[in-house]
């Protein structure tokens, strides 16, 4: 990953230097032609001035060729070198391609290479009463254009090292605060795989890997717990098998010492049969409790509140040997779209358990059902004057195998239950694509809100 980067980076700072580079160099001898030319002009002016004044011109020339830094020669229009400010060339032909053009009265210029070094090479026309009688050719190395060019690409190169440095230490940076998240992660995935449910990988940035982090540690919880109900439903349905059957065994074994009368073994028998059906009765509403999850709802339009009085009709007596009260009340008639054996399912388990965890202490003790409805839902509420429940337990009432009560109640009073009924409730709920929600205070009571969505 280090090496694509830096190669990325390098590639990208080779471009632009090369860019600039170029750019620069071009600019430099743009400039130079352009001043060279201005020379060339004020020297073919100057000379046409003073064509008879041959020392004056020579002086002339010498000193512009000074100010240029750049060889200067007039030559005639037979191409006869007449002033050279090097001397050399006086007398001798020059042919060249900017000669040629300029003779023909056009300024023109060129770079050559000579001796590995690069020469710029201009010419310009005399002109005197429309005729061209000459022109001024100046050639000028590129030397000191390419020492500026060789100093600048140091210069870059020097940016570019110490760049590519620091941008290669920011990456490893980086990617190692991009990696090490991801490597604890990838360690807590195996943890939780290995069986370490609940791991936890500690959180260090706000940013996505911040919340997928974050989202990790909430699926391990939810595991964790899944786990935890798990076993405590496990617990529980053994602890409930175990009695009936430790029952079982002592009066076999009793039984099974000494000789006694037919009437004493047909008392033990009643006792066990009444232990089997103990253990049947469990057993019964387990396989209840998967069948009605796992069914597919058998959807009718039903009139709620007739549902309703349907279920507390059945529960009822169950109520009134409990000495609760059951207050039923509605607004308006609903009719909802739902499965009615499920939906009463879900309404005795609620209307049950608000019997059940009734509080003793308490003078009179009621359960009130109450149905309400807006434009776009249906409200049904289920408020008892029960017990009620710890804030903190609140939120776990809906998983499988929890139960807020286990052993003896404050009261010393055994409540019975596994722990799965609102489990179920909620899953049927869900399953309509409605939503249940609890409210509860400690020694004050609990109410289960259902909303169900009306269709419009
Ligand atoms: P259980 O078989 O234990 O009743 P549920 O799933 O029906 O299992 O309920 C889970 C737990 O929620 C119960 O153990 C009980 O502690 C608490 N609970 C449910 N309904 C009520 C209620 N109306 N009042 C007080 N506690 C309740």
């Not at 935890?228 to 059957?245: D, Q, Y």
């Amino acid at each position: 990953m280090l090496i694509l980067y830096s190669l990325i980076i390098i590639l990208i700072f080779s471009v632009f230097s090369i860019l600039i580079l170029n750019n620069y160099k071009a600019a430099q001898i743009k400039n130079n032609e352009i001043r060279l030319f201005q020379t060339a002009n004020i020297v073919a002016d100057i000379y046409k001035q003073n064509i008879d004044d041959i020392i004056f011109a020579r002086m002339m020339l010498k000193s512009y060729s000074n100010y240029a830094n750049a060889r200067i020669l007039i030559v005639d229009s037979n191409k006869k070198v007449l002033l050279d400010s090097y001397y050399s060339y006086v007398d001798k032909s020059i042919d060249n391609e900017e000669i040629r053009s300029s003779l023909q009265g056009q300024s023109s210029s060129n770079i050559y290479t000579l001796d590995s070094k690069e020469v710029l090479q201009l010419a310009v026309p005399i002109t005197s009463n429309n005729n061209i009688i000459g022109s001024v050719l100046i050639s000028s190395d590129l030397v000191a254009i390419n020492e500026n060019v060789n100093h600048l690409k140091e210069y870059i190169l020097k940016i570019a090292i110490s760049g590519l440095f620091i941008s290669l230490v920011l990456t490893a940076i980086v990617t190692n605060n991009l990696t090490n998240p991801l490597r604890e992660l990838t360690l807590g995935v195996e943890k939780i795989t290995s069986g370490n449910l609940g791991y936890q990988v500690k959180k260090k940035s706000k940013d996505e890997i911040g919340s997928l982090v974050e989202n990790f540690n909430k699926m391990s919880s939810t595991l964790s717990n899944i786990e935890k109900n798990r076993k405590n439903f496990i617990n529980s349905i053994s602890h409930e098998l175990k009695t009936p059957l430790t029952s079982i065994k002592v009066l076999i074994e009793s039984l099974s010492m000494g000789n006694r009368d037919i009437d004493t073994y047909k008392e033990y028998l009643k006792d066990i049969y009444g232990e089997t059906e103990r253990m049947e009765k469990l057993v019964n509403y387990l396989m209840k409790s998967i069948k009605l999850e796992d069914s597919i709802l058998m959807l009718r339009e039903e009139n709620l509140e007739e549902l309703l009085e349907e279920t507390i009709n059945i529960i009822k007596p169950y109520a009134d040997k409990n000495n609760v009260s059951l207050n039923f009340s509605y607004k308006d008639s609903v009719t909802v779209t739902c499965d009615k054996d499920k939906i009463k399912e879900v309404i005795f388990n609620l209307i049950d358990n608000a019997i059940k965890y009734k509080d003793v202490n308490k003078k009179e003790n009621y359960v009130k059902i109450f149905l309400d409805k807006t434009i776009d839902k249906a409200i049904l509420t289920i408020e008892d004057n029960g017990i009620g429940i710890e804030k903190d337990k609140l939120e776990d009432v809906f998983k499988r195998g929890f139960r807020v009560l286990e052993g003896p109640t404050r009261d010393n009073m055994q409540i019975h239950g596994y722990g799965i009924g609102l489990a179920i409730v909620k899953s049927l709920i869900d399953k309509h694509g409605w939503h249940i929600y609890v409210k509860s205070s400690l020694d004050v009571g609990t109410t289960f809100t259902i909303e169900i969505p009306l269709s419009s």
